[in-house]
């Protein structure tokens, strides 16, 4: 059991991790991420490329969604928007790595910014129904304009290259992919901390006395838009790089649902939700489709019969965590945390 | 709005015999932190406010009394700039500031509350208060991103001024690390007073402060306005319909009786015009401005 931690100073306070148990669970997170490629398979580290993917993906939705309150169904397009950027930047200017992912996240920040225009005047549903028709024009924009983006043949990518090393293999990609994901989620975490956060969250409980504080709507709006993409344009650079070929396919507007599920099951608005929302989404359908492969050795036609099923049992899933705590993932976590902090002493 | 036009003939009564002269009489002075003058707000075919003006002089507590409905709420609202009224001007230290919008105003030193309590629900007491400051910190996009170094350091100064000004002053420490949405409703009250003084407002419009709130929390809310204006030397343009507070606290009075202003002046003048008894009479609250009144006098 642990109890209240005394703070000495202000800035130790507003620290992001400020009890020694939970740098000790940080510095364990952190030997954990470094041993697994050296214990898993390819197949478990194209899971975790794919998670860490997902999760910078998730993360900048949870921005405008989930902290600034803008429900956006246009995540998949934009990260289609960055996948194109790093196809194009590497097949024709050769251009290094890490500067391809920067220039997908900036063109995608600039695609979300003029998207989320629409943001001062429509809110809720109707702001979706925005961003679903700009995904629809990104994807035509896609499909149609040949000469740029191959059309429905889409474009193939070179492995990327990082210090001279070829990052082709899972191996490879997930040295990069991990430390990216840490690092952007820990700037998200960082930003809830300033004023910047603040006004985000402000205009997402009420965004009339937010203006009477002097905080400017659509400059923010605009803001949380542009920061949202930029995280789903250097998602979908990683994803670029991940699969090496980019079709107008690759990013279908499931994909933009698949991305706002996973911010709502995972906890709106929290960090923490994000994270395991992204985890949830991508690796309980292979679970699912795991069971379904250790079935089969009893039941011949298992995987012909159960992977309808499978899909029913994911979506009954979601809906049962969504019951079972209405605020996420994150939520949840928290009481199981809590239980603990005060156990033995009280359950 | 039946309720209003129930009323009409009263209305255009009062406007010949008070409106026109008083509006003339109440051209902006030098030294008036605030002005309003010919403001004139439509909601459709209901007329909100007409052709209203008052200066506030800077560093006294100038009180909005009138009956529900009068357009008090409707009154700040064109002041911090959410209504645009049809004509009149409202003039913020001398400058019109009729065409600016709500966070151009704020950043100017006009800070406000609300009547019905307007938190941040999903926030700490901590992080509402915080948001004051909003206008007056520096960070950008970029160094919230990072934070160590500016950003953090700003973070730092802010939590320990606002702890020394703000929430020591409040007697609000219990409470610092509690979400709003826990607390009761007279500590809601103290805390978006809390951060409306964290912007380090020049003028402070309060919309029914001590509305709802129990004798005790009145009188801490009272003594705190003071404070405010003697100590931090902040205007305070106030709406109250507790009578005592207004009695004891305020060093002006305008009365605004369906959009119009039928009286101002000094607490003790203006209670005993004849215009505002028929007024509040008219309203029914006659039983109750009389009593509490007579209650100040006890006191
Ligand atoms: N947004 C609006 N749209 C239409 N009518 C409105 C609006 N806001 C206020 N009104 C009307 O304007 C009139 C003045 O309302 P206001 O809220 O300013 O009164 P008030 O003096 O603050 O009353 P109270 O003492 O009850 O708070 C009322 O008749 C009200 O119905
Ligand atoms: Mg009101």
Redesign the pocket.
């Known amino acids: 059991m642990r109890i209240g931690a005394l703070k000495d100073s202000y800035g130790a306070d507003q620290a992001l991790f400020d009890t020694a148990v939970q740098r000790l669970w940080l510095a364990l997170g952190a030997v954990a991420l470094l041993a697994f490629p050296f214990a898993a398979n390819d197949y478990w580290l194209y899971l975790a490329c794919l998670v860490g993917i997902h999760i910078v993906s998730t993360t900048g939705l949870n921005i405008l969604t989930g902290y600034t309150g803008l429900v956006s169904l246009g995540q998949a397009a934009f990260m289609g928007v960055g996948a194109y950027v790093v196809a194009l930047a590497e097949t024709k200017l050769g251009t290094p790595f890490l500067l391809n992912l920067l220039a997908a996240g900036l063109v995608t920040a600039m695609v979300g910014m003029v998207v989320g225009v629409p943001s001062l005047r429509v809110k809720g549903l109707y702001l979706a129904i925005a961003t679903i028709a700009a995904s629809f024009i990104l994807h035509f924009v896609f499909q149609n304009w040949t000469t740029v983006t191959g059309g429905t043949r889409g474009l193939s990518i070179p492995p990327a290259q990082l210090f001279g090393l070829e990052l082709a293999r899972p191996f490879a990609l997930y040295w990069v992919i991990t430390p990216l994901t840490c690092i952007m989620v820990l700037a998200a975490a960082n930003l809830f901390r300033t004023r910047i956060g603040r006004a985000f969250i402000a205009i997402r409980d009420r965004d009339i006395s937010a203006e009477v504080l002097g905080i400017p709507l659509l400059r923010y709006k605009l803001m949380s838009f542009g920061l949202s993409s930029f995280y789903a344009g250097v998602a979908g650079g990683l994803w670029a790089y991940f699969f090496r070929v980019v079709t107008p396919e690759s990013f279908p507007f499931v994909y933009s649902i698949f991305f706002l599920a996973a911010v709502i099951v995972g906890g709106m608005g929290t960090i923490l939700g994000g994270i395991l929302g992204a985890v949830f989404m991508t690796l309980v359908p292979e679970a699912l489709k795991l069971v379904v492969g250790l079935l089969s050795p009893w039941m011949p036609n298992a995987v012909a019969l159960l992977s309808p099923v499978r899909t029913i049992v994911f979506g009954a899933l979601i809906i049962g965590f969504l019951i079972l705590e209405p605020h996420g993932l994150a939520e949840i976590w928290r009481r199981i945390r809590r239980f603990f902090h005060l156990w033995p002493f009280k359950t | 709005?039946p309720?209003?036009r129930g009323f009409d003939g009263e209305e255009n009564e009062d406007e010949d015999r008070v409106g026109r002269p008083q509006v003339a009489a109440m051209t902006s002075t030098g030294d008036a932190a605030l002005s309003v003058s010919g403001l004139t707000l439509n909601?459709?075919g209901?007329r909100?406010l007409s052709d209203v003006g008052f200066d506030v002089a800077e560093g006294s507590i100038t009180a909005i009394i009138?009956?529900?409905?009068?357009?008090?709420?409707?009154?700040f609202?064109c002041i911090s700039g959410f209504?645009r009224p049809q004509a009149g001007a409202i003039r913020f230290e001398g400058r019109d500031i009729s065409r600016l919008h709500p966070p151009e105003r704020a950043r100017l030193g006009l800070a406000r509350t609300f009547?019905n309590i307007a938190l941040f629900r999903g926030m700490t007491v901590l992080d509402n208060i915080k948001l004051g400051r909003h206008v007056h910190m520096r960070t950008n996009l970029l160094d919230g991103l990072i934070y160590w170094g500016r950003a953090q350091r700003e973070e730092i100064e802010v939590r320990a001024e606002i702890e020394e000004r703000v929430i020591d002053f409040l007697e609000i420490n219990h409470i610092r690390n509690h979400p709003v949405a826990s607390l009761a409703y007279g500590l809601r009250k103290r805390v978006e007073l809390a951060r409306a003084l964290a912007m380090r407002p020049k003028i402070l419009m309060l919309?029914?402060p001590v509305a709802g709130m129990n004798r005790e929390e009145t009188e801490d809310m009272a003594r705190f306005i003071l404070d405010v204006k003697e100590e931090w030397g902040v205007t305070i343009l106030m709406?109250e319909?507790d009578m005592g507070l207004v009695m004891d606290i305020s060093d002006h009075v305008v009365v605004?009786n369906f959009?119009q202003v039928i009286a101002r002046g000094a607490p003790a003048e203006v209670t005993a015009d004849e215009q505002v008894i028929r007024a509040y009479l008219g309203a029914g609250d006659i039983g109750q401005l009389k009593a509490r009144i007579a209650g100040t006098e006890a006191a």
Do not use: C, I, R, W
Request: no cysteine; net charge neutral; proline share 4%.
């Open positions: 709005m309720k209003a909601f459709g209901l909100a009138g009956p529900n409905g009068a357009g008090k709420t409707s009154l609202n209504y009547q919309d029914e709406v319909h605004l959009g």
